[in-house]
């Protein structure tokens, strides 16, 4: 199916209605915010992605139905990760504020991946810990490793369930640790 001269607006409206916003509003959506990122197959079903605003983590679709078409909206990116760039980060959130902290890990073949040594995870409250992290991705279940270190004591917190896991510091901060590469919109950008 060929889609529709114009669809461009179509999407802006459907956006518009989507997040409750007023079209007269200067800041709401236009028709110059959407990027067309291509034609891409999701599930087995042929998706057209158009990126909305810039550094924004935001899709609109269109799915050509016969000689229809259905439009929709996602966070999901449509542009492959590559296998071998999937396990490369491991994100550390504070749950209370947000903060997110990424740090690089080493592939050493055969699955596995590792902080090259223990790398100081600084807080926004001002403290530290000592991490170490190790995974396998090829294990059978895949599995998460960290070793940190807080003040003058050493904790082991392993995972096999999505790559996540927790942990609460002394102070009460409760961190989340996962491993997996999300592309987010710097990652996209032209």
Sequence with gaps: MQLPAGIEQELVDYLHLEQGEDAADPNATRVEDLRYEGLFEVDGVPTHFWRVGPGNENWVTVEPRGYAYCIGSTS?????????DYYKTLQVTELRNGTQHRFALEHHGGGDYELADETPLTLSNGSV?????????????P????????????YHVSSALFFNASYT???????????GYRPDATDWQA
């Design 76 to 84: 999901a990116t449509p542009l492959p990760v590559r296998k071998a």
């Design 129 to 141: 810990l000592l991490l170490y992290a190790t995974a396998n991705s090829q294990s059978a279940p």
């Design 143 to 154: 599995m998460l490793f960290l070793h940190l270190t807080e003040g003058d004591k050493e």
């Design 169 to 179: 510091t002394e102070c009460g901060e409760m961190l989340v640790f996962e491993l």
